[in-house]
């Protein structure tokens, strides 16, 4: 039986470059990239990654300029409650549960913007806190 290979589309490859953006920043300030596109059903985390501050489960947000509205902006209450859920079926779900035990936990937004051969970065630490669980 013969699969399929879907092919990206321009959304999709858009995507990828941002996160591949947002990997090289977080990792000049520091950040050691634990996981990309965790995945637990339905749910979602563009990247995991640890500092010495502890835990952080970034969206990332890409976009070509022109924009109407920033992109972090498109993190919704519904979207952080996702990521928020995914975040806690991700550590509760790790190989050594004790490994993040004691660390501050972040919810993160990186907005990258292409604007021709520019690229704008903006990093949100602690953009929301997930009270809604």
Aim: charge should be neutral; charged fraction near 25%; hydrophobic fraction near 40%.
């Amino acid at each position: 039986m013969k699969t399929m290979t879907k092919k990206p589309t321009a959304r999709m490859l858009l995507g990828r470059r941002g996160e591949d953006v947002a990997c090289e920043f977080l990792e000049e300030l520091g950040h050691q990239i634990v996981r990309r596109n965790y995945r637990s059903g339905h749910l979602e985390i563009d990247i995991i990654s640890t500092d010495r501050n502890g835990v952080h489960f970034v969206e990332v947000k890409s976009r070509v300029a022109p924009v109407a509205v920033a992109p972090e902006e498109n993190v919704t209450t519904l979207k952080q409650k996702k990521i928020a859920n995914a975040a806690l079926r991700y550590l509760n779900n790790s190989k050594d549960p004790g490994i993040y035990g004691g660390m501050d936990v972040s919810f993160d937004i990186v907005a990258v913007t292409f604007d021709g051969g520019a690229t704008n970065v903006e990093w949100f630490p602690g953009a929301f806190i997930p009270i809604y669980l």
